[in-house]
Structures are given as C-alpha cells and as structure tokens.
C-alpha cells in the first residue's frame, strides 16, 4: 500500500541569503536568489531598513511599496510569530532574510522555520554565504567533526572558563570549535585567547569573509600573540583546535 503524503500548505518559505558586507550581491550569491527575489513580495527580516536596501539592490525596479515586511528581531513577541506565515496559508511564497549570511544560522529566523514546519509549510533553502563554514572550510582543521558555539560570555571569568573548557574539549574529541564575538570586542577576545589558550594550540581567525578586506589565517597560539592585526567592527569567526 503506498504510504500517504502529508498535506502541504501552498505558499513556501524560502531562505534567502544575503551578502557578509557591503559588496556587490551577485558577486557573491548565486543568479537563483535574484529569480526568487522577483517573485516574492512577502518578507519576514530582522531590519526592514536593511532588508529593503538589499532587496533594491537585486532587483532596482522592484516596487518598494508592493513589499510586505515584518520584523523578527529580539523584541518581537514569540506568540506572534505563527502570523507571520498568514500569507502562506493564502497561497503566496515568503521570503526569510537574514541581516547577513545564511537566515537560521546564528539568526532568529531560525523560530519561523520551526513554526513553518509545525503548519507543514514547504521550507526552500537557497545556497548562499554563510561565515560560518566558509571560515570553517579555510582553516585547515578537523571538518568532519566541528561544533559552533555562539557568543561567549561577556563577564571576564565565565569567558576565560569557557575558552579553556572548549580547548580541553577540542583536544579530547579532535573536534574544533568555533565561536563569535560582537564586532567591537574582537581585538579584547583575540587578546584573551592568546593569554589564555596552550601556546602550542592551533587558532583561525577569520575576518571580514567574501570582502576586499578578507583575512584568514590559522597558526599556533604563540605566534598570534607577534601578529599585528586591528579586528575591531569587523565580522570575525574564531576555530580553535587543541
């Protein structure tokens, strides 16, 4: 007997991914994000400001006023969010933007994808940057077994602890271990790692992805503490591996 199919409401949510940087767009994403772009005028963005920007970039002819927007950012009331994906339900496609990258990777989007499925709504994935694994796919370490870790914390000593618990995670499991800071705290990280890591431990530092700017470069520990290099307001991946 052939096994039913689930229902699947109309509409689809497509994940669209946006630049790392103020660059052109297609220089970095693919020719499908424009055709996906021209066809959806439903959108869920953490800044409407910037989401609008980028859009106008891809497509300059897109009226602006055809657009609807919510926001999805740390105010908004999970309860509504469910609503968001109204016009899914009315037959029109919505497109899910992140402020940059890939959306549900260290983004919220990542709660309008779950609700999506809950509604069985067709959840479509486009190929795009994401910091993340490009850091990860350039640092020469162990990429088959690999674990992002977020933010860590901001007090000194939870900080400290935690670098030296990923460093002794990383040497018992061979598995590296990657992790961000706020753009303006980059250099007091970097300065943190190097006190605080085993000098021989290996470490990435990878800044300003797909951009003119872009640094990559991954060394043992106490060679980063003769390395001159100014991370402050730049995006910036951190991969440690014991």
């Not at 900080?159 to 007091?188: C, D, H, V, W």
């Not at 990559?216 to 991946?237: A, Y």
């Amino acid at each position: 007997m052939e096994e039913s199919k689930p229902n699947l409401v109309s509409g689809k949510v497509y994940l669209i991914p946006t630049t790392l940087g103020d660059n052109a767009p297609l220089e970095v994403l693919p020719i499908s994000i424009k055709k996906t772009i021209e066809n959806i005028d439903h959108y869920i963005v953490e800044n409407e400001k910037s989401a609008r920007h980028f859009i106008k970039k891809i497509i300059p002819n897109k009226p602006q006023p055809s657009l609807h927007i919510q926001t999805l950012n740390k105010y908004t009331d999970p309860v509504a969010i469910p609503s968001y994906l109204d016009p899914c339900i009315h037959g029109f496609d919505i497109g899910l933007l992140s402020e940059a990258g890939c959306p549900g990777i260290a983004d919220p989007g990542a709660d309008v994808v779950k609700v999506a499925h809950e509604k069985r709504i067709q959840v479509v994935p486009l190929v795009g940057p994401s910091s993340i694994l490009m850091a990860m796919m350039s640092s020469g370490m162990n990429g088959q077994n690999f674990a992002f870790n977020g933010y860590l914390p901001i007090d000194k000593n939870e900080r400290k602890a935690k670098i030296k618990q990923l460093e002794r995670l990383s040497r018992e499991t061979g598995q590296s271990q990657i992790f961000m800071e706020t753009p303006y705290r980059n250099n007091q990280l970097l300065a943190e790692l190097v006190k605080t890591l085993n000098e021989n431990t290996r470490l990435c530092v990878a800044s300003d992805i797909t951009l003119p700017s872009e640094f990559i470069r991954t060394t043992i520990v106490h060679e980063w503490g003769e390395i001159e290099i100014d991370l402050d307001k730049r995006p910036t991946i951190f991969i440690v591996q014991a």
